[in-house]
């Protein structure tokens, strides 16, 4: 009996669609530093957008901050509760705390 190959199904294996992988991907993905250089890159990669986004809209990480202090300011001249005394000493060390994590993030952007 002569089968028709023409009409039989064929059901493709796994078999006919892996091939032995290329040998330097092989070594790099054993590779123990593979991972953190890969996250290295991405975070370059990552840091060069967000500054290209920036230089493009002609933002810095401080004109957004400068901006809702801004927009805050004038809000507080309107609102009557706003004029409400803080201790100095709780002033100052809200302002010592947002210049760090300010500062910090920064880090994280460079």
């Known amino acids: 009996m002569k089968q028709d190959f023409d009409k039989t199904i064929r059901i493709p294996v796994i078999t006919d669609l892996v ?11 054993h590779n123990p ?5 890969r996250r290295a890159t991405f975070e370059q990669r990552l840091k060069d957008r967000i500054a290209e986004l920036q230089s493009a809209t002609g933002q810095d990480e401080y004109a957004g901050l400068a901006r809702a202090h801004a927009i805050r300011s004038e809000s507080n001249k309107n609102n009557p509760l706003a004029n409400t005394q803080v201790d ?8 010592k705390a947002r210049d760090e994590l300010v500062r910090e993030l920064s880090n994280l952007l460079k």
């Open 19 to 29: 091939r032995g992988g290329d040998p330097k991907i092989i070594a790099q993905s």
């Open 33 to 37: 530093n593979a991972k953190q250089q």
């Open 88 to 95: 100095p000493s709780l002033e100052r060390h809200i302002d």
